[in-house]
């Protein structure tokens, strides 16, 4: 089992599990759990989430493996799971991730409020600790995923100086800042190759140094190209400095210049940008991988941090940096460290969260690794460094136009029959491909456009056959006999790889406008081309040869029935487009039809065929001898099926010119015009859609077979399932109204949409029934006036139409009590109760502080509330209160405001500031009227002075 963790980047772990794990905990194992990797043996169950953030590695799972080792026979003993980092969070390896769909603009932003805008709005990945950066930050971002951005943002305010980075913890929190605040910046650690160990202030780690290097990514100058397109395209640059020392074969200084593409920079920060993309190649890359074998770094330094390097037989050695380690002045040189892989021991404990924050213990279930540590300082894997976008042109944006493509004609069509049993036509049209209208070839096509409709002006064609079968009422003007219909466009769309579209579904005979033109990638349309007129396939198919018909003869007439089925068997199974059969009777059977033959034409269409009636006509053919009849199928374009097969008749059948008796045995078809028609039942057929007349009643059936209309005749009682309405306008009644037959009567008083209602409705297993007006508006909300009657009692009130909330006055007859009042919006106001031990009236007795009103009971009256206190009373006002208090003197006069309708009645007590010889022996109201009134006392002391008027 092992872990690689990889600076700014996803990393990846993969764990072996053993073949004895639980089944309930291998299917627990779900996409998008968490893997925590925990120092030492921990309880995960008893540590939950605390586990994220002491955790030395949290990853995510995104992969699984179930198989079998063929090595061994125990079965599903190879299985695995595997994942990557919680960078993931932010967004893959793929972009995807939270994506901004809506532009995050920053302006002249800090740098915490940027990467605050830039987290994802799922989230995934909340703010954990966002540290200060110099400066402020103004760019846009779209269609990115939140790493990149965030990444952008780090490396556009990072300095030499000053370098800014960002992690994702374990408990899915983000921390962004200067790398000084984040990682170990001065090292503690120092990799060598001979002569590890401890010193105050630093530990030596043992491991072998491997060292690589190229300059296969070295450049002199860095060209960006920032936002823009074509020659408005942003540019910035940077050169390296100071001036490289390698130079070409004649001895020039090397120009190796990069062209970088970031779209999304905005033009103030092409120039940083440039810069810091030629800081990543101004030297030769140096890719240092240690080898720590046998030894866990956990402790001594993270993903991130600084360590120092020192193998002199390697060339690591860096004059400007000196340290002491273990009585020896070393010259290491100082890297960050961006990649660890290191193997998971029995030394871990390794749990599971599952997406509900449930924990699973695997430790006892995993193959641990033996593996050890390796470290990648100062560079990151080529391959698995991100590229960016490409670099191109940036073309001017497209503003070549498609011309007009040129149908090639004639056309070819035919007729053919739809689903329905019509005919149809169809045709199939073709073009020439255009250049764009500057001559220039069409590189970026997408598709052509076609659309088509009826010709209105031409003049149809018609033969004889045709005509003969139109009245001459139904046929337009002299010049134009037949005239099409008005239509609209019809459209369709083919891909630009082909230049052959069929068109379907046409009326034959009918003359059609076409136009085409074409639309290239970046959506620019071409003209449309001229219109061409066609003329759809004319309606050349006949209708199936007939069924031989059903024929009874009598010694003045042949009966002929046809029940519109064709000859290779089946009934009402001719085509749709028929319109008549030919009826032709001859002494021979194997006649051939012609003039001489025929006796007549019979209507036989779509709707016969549908409803299954079957066509009866009757031939007047006075002769006794057998006759031989056969049909001849007809369309609506005239077209002539082949002859059926003959059918013999003998006068067996005569009219009712020659009959005086006539039993229900000898009808069988037609229609029976006669007052003296007696039967068992009539119906119009046996199963379906069907009415039907009994001894019973009248009945009506639906499609389903369901009766949904009975007229009983016994007592006249009448079943319906469905509406019952009185009018379609004006004054009329609708009982069971909408297609969910509620149990409701609705009143139209007029020819609008308003209306009053009866309803009845279940209340719990009782039924209620209500009575309510049309909606009306009061003070602005719609409310309308109700009835309802139910289990509980009966209420009359006005509602609210939107939540049925009463908003008005009330009154509510319950078995229990009486209620009376008004209400608004579910606010009390004046009130009236009664029931059998109490009556009460007053104003919001459910408010218990301001509340008011009188209770009356049994034996005693009580009020709820206070009195209106002494001010401007109204001049018929009948009862108020006060008290004043006046200092050092012995009387006080009191004045109403308002003149009182009638005289008044003070009742006033006295109360001193002490008792004993500040108390009054003489007091009492000198004067009244119905301006006010005086009190006086015998001493002269500060009084409070309490009264009630009380108007009589």
């Known amino acids: 089992m092992t872990v690689q963790e990889s600076l700014n980047a996803l990393g990846q772990w993969e764990i072996d599990l053993l073949p004895t794990i639980p089944r309930e905990t291998l299917d627990a194992l779900a996409y998008f759990g968490h893997i925590a990797i925990i120092r030492g043996r921990v309880d995960p169950v008893q540590a939950g989430d605390n586990l994220l953030s002491a955790a030395r590695y949290v990853g995510v799972l995104r992969g699984n493996s179930l198989a079998d080792d063929a090595r061994t026979k125990i079965p599903n003993d190879n299985v695995k799971i595997s994942g990557v980092g919680m960078a993931m969070w932010l967004g893959d390896e793929d972009g995807k991730g939270s994506v901004y769909e809506n532009a995050v603009v920053a302006a002249s932003a800090t740098f915490a409020d940027t990467i605050r805008m830039l987290l994802p709005a799922s989230g995934a990945v ?9 400066g402020q930050y103004t760019g846009t971002h779209q269609w990115q995923s939140p790493r990149d ?32 605040d984040l990682f170990v910046t001065t090292p503690t650690c120092t990799v060598v190759a001979r002569g590890a160990g401890h010193d105050m202030a630093m530990r030596g780690v043992p491991g072998s140094l491997d060292l690589t290097g190229d300059v296969e990514d070295y450049t002199t100058r860095v060209v960006l190209l920032a936002e823009g397109e074509g020659a408005s395209i942003a540019t910035g640059s940077a050169d390296i400095s100071p001036a490289t020392s390698y ?26 940008r440039a810069q810091l993309a030629l800081s990543q190649f101004v030297a030769p890359k140096q890719d240092l991988r240690l080898n720590i074998q046998d030894y866990d770094v956990e402790g001594h330094f993270a993903l991130g941090d600084y360590v120092y390097a020192y193998d002199p037989d390697k060339g690591l050695v860096d004059t400007n940096v000196e340290i002491t380690f273990r009585g020896q002045r070393l010259n290491p040189i100082k890297l960050q460290v961006t990649e660890i892989s290191w193997g998971v021991t029995d030394e871990y404990t390794v749990a599971y969260r599952t997406a509900d924050g449930v924990w699973l213990d695997l430790t006892d279930h995993i193959e641990t690794s033996d593996a050890g540590t390796y470290v990648t300082v100062g560079g990151f894997d080529r391959a698995l460094s991100s590229t960016g976008e490409p670099v191109g042109s940036r073309p001017n944006a497209d503003t070549s136009v498609p011309g ?4 090639i004609e004639p056309f070819t069509g035919t007729a053919y029959l739809d689903s329905r049993g019509f005919t149809r036509a169809r045709v199939v049209v073709s073009w020439n491909a255009p250049n764009n209208v500057d001559g220039s070839t069409v590189l970026d096509g997408s598709h052509y456009e076609i659309r088509y409709a009826v010709d209105a002006d031409m003049i149809y064609p018609a033969t004889w056959s045709q005509v003969s079968q139109v009245r001459w009422s139904d046929m337009q003007i002299w010049a134009q006999p037949f005239a099409a219909p008005d239509g609209q466009w019809q459209s369709m769309v083919v891909n630009w790889d082909t230049n052959v579209a069929q068109l379907q579904d046409l009326s034959p005979g009918v003359g059609y406008d076409i136009q085409i033109r074409a639309v290239d990638k970046t959506g620019n349309v071409g003209s449309w081309s001229g219109t061409t007129t066609f003329v759809a396939s004319e309606d050349n198919l006949p209708p199936s040869t007939p069924a031989a018909p059903s024929v009874a003869g009598s010694r003045i007439a042949v009966q002929v029935t046809h029940e519109l089925g064709k000859s290779s068997g089946g009934t009402f199974n001719l085509e749709s487009d028929l319109d008549h059969l030919e009826v032709h009777v001859s002494y021979e059977p194997t006649f051939t039809p012609d003039a001489t033959t025929l006796v007549g034409k019979t209507a036989a269409n779509a709707g016969m065929i ?29 077209n002539k099926s082949g002859p059926s097969d003959a059918a013999s008749a003998t006068a067996l059948l005569i009219d009712d010119a020659h009959i005086s008796d006539l039993t229900v045995s000898k009808v069988t078809a037609g229609t029976i015009s006669a007052s003296w028609v007696m039967a068992g039942e009539i119906k119009t057929a046996d199963t379906g859609a069907r009415a039907r007349i009994s001894g019973s009643g009248y009945e009506l059936y639906n499609s389903a077979g369901t009766r949904t209309f009975f007229a009983d005749a016994t007592d006249g009682s009448v079943n319906i399932v469905g509406q019952l309405v009185s009018g379609t306008i004006g004054k009329r009644i609708e009982i069971s109204p909408t297609a969910a037959y509620l149990p409701e009567i609705r009143f139209y008083a007029n020819d609008g949409t308003e209306y009053a209602a009866m309803n009845a409705y279940d209340a719990g297993g009782e039924i209620g029934t209500g009575v309510f007006s049309s909606t009306y508006s009061y003070s602005g909300t719609d409310v309308h006036s109700r009835i309802l009657i139910t289990d509980r009692g009966a209420i009359i009130h006005v509602v609210r139409s939107s939540d049925q909330q009463t908003r008005g006055g009330y009154a509510w007859a319950a078995p229990e009590a009486l209620y009376g009042g008004y209400s608004k919006d579910a606010t009390g106001g004046g009130y009236l109760y009664a029931d059998a ?28 509330g206070r009195w209106e206190n002494f001010s401007v009373p109204a001049s018929n006002q009948g009862i108020w209160t006060g008290s004043v208090t006046f200092t050092s003197v012995a009387s006080a006069s009191f004045t109403y405001g308002p003149t009182m309708d009638t005289s008044m009645v003070p009742i006033v007590t006295l109360r001193a500031s002490n008792f004993g010889t500040a108390t009054p022996t003489v007091w009492g109201v000198q004067s009244i009227s119905t301006t006010g009134f005086t009190v006086a006392w015998n001493n002269t002391q500060s009084m409070n002075v309490n009264f009630w008027i009380y108007r009589v």
């Open 837 to 864: 031990t109490n009556g009460r009236f007053g104003w919001n007795p459910s408010d218990s502080t301001n509340g008011n009103f009188l209770n009356f009971s049994s034996g005693k009256t009580y009020h709820i």
């Open 149 to 180: 951005a965030i990444q952008y943002v780090c490396q556009t305010m990072s300095t030499t100086s000053v370098p800014v980075s960002w992690r994702v913890n374990g408990d899915g929190t983000l921390d962004a800042g200067p790398e000084a």
């Open 610 to 638: 549908q409803a299954q009636i079957p066509v009866v006509f009757t031939a007047q053919v006075e002769e006794t001898s057998a006759r031989y009849v056969r049909v001849i199928a007809v369309d609506k374009t005239g």
């Open 126 to 134: 909340t703010e954990g600790t966002l540290h200060p950066v110099a």
């Open 247 to 272: 130079k070409d074969i004649h001895g020039n200084a090397v120009e190796l210049t990069r062209l970088v593409s970031e779209s999304d920079t905005v033009t103030a920060n092409a120039s940083v």
């Open 404 to 407: 007009v493509p040129t149908l």
